[in-house]
T-cell receptor, first 115, second 113 residues
């Protein structure tokens, strides 16, 4: 079974631009979560989508948004980029149920650099 | 509120020595606990998880962790470190019917030859 894929792997943008990152989950997984990872803040939860609906949201400004399509693929968008948005953005997929069957499978991430 | 604390941002061991990475948690309900490993420029990979079936959990690559409720700990161990174990390790907690795990800040394992 193919793992979680994220595109692109690396991205360089300029302050003020916007960016869209893509994530394809493991086949059959209905939940996709996004995380921002930085050396200073560690892993921070952005949002989680389940069956095209945002089910959970972290504490990030409205510039960060996402969506999930009917095939469970997900995109996240960051508008008006700031230097502090430079980070590794990780996508994780899971079957979507909590409890003992819960496991998240992570993609390799997209390294975003804002100049 | 739930939280995870990983003691020591860096742990250094010699090849062949015991690896011990510490994780303490806080949760008002019985938790599910996870250890992940992250190699440079890669995503997180699940090492093992505790789901209340057994307090000693065996994972991949020779790692294991023991759940100790009285100490609210879930420390990760490996009897003999290998150079390939050098990576960042994250402890995570899931509780209360949540779908979103809480991650610790991570511990960087350095293995010396």
């Amino acid at each position: 079974k193919a793992g979680v894929t994220q595109t692109p792997r690396y991205l360089i943008k300029t302050r003020g631009q916007q960016v869209t990152l893509s994530c394809s989950p493991i086949s059959g997984h209905r939940s996709v979560s996004w995380y921002q990872q930085t050396p200073g803040q560690g892993l921070q939860f952005l949002f989680e989508y389940f069956s095209e609906t945002q089910r959970n949201k972290g504490n990030f400004p409205g510039r960060f948004s996402g969506r999930q399509f009917s095939n469970s693929r997900s995109e996240m968008n960051v508008s008006t980029l700031e230097l502090g948005d430079s980070a590794l953005y990780l996508c994780a997929s899971s079957p979507g149920t909590s409890g003992i069957f819960y496991e998240q499978y992570f993609g390799p991430g997209t390294r975003l650099t804002v100049t | 509120a739930q939280s995870v604390t990983q003691l020591g941002s860096h742990v250094s061991v010699s090849e062949g020595a015991l690896v011990l990475l510490r994780c303490n948690y806080s949760s008002s309900v019985p938790p599910y606990l996870f250890w992940y490993v992250q190699y440079p420029n890669q995503g997180l990979q699940l090492l093992l998880k505790y789901t209340s079936a057994a307090t000693l959990v065996k994972g991949i690559n020779g790692f294991e962790a023991e759940f100790k409720k009285s100490e609210t700990s879930f420390h990760l161990t490996k009897p003999s470190a290998h150079m390939s174990d050098a990576a960042e390790y994250f402890c995570a907690l899931l509780s209360g019917g949540s779908y979103i795990p809480t991650f610790g800040r991570g511990t960087s394992l350095i293995v010396h030859p």
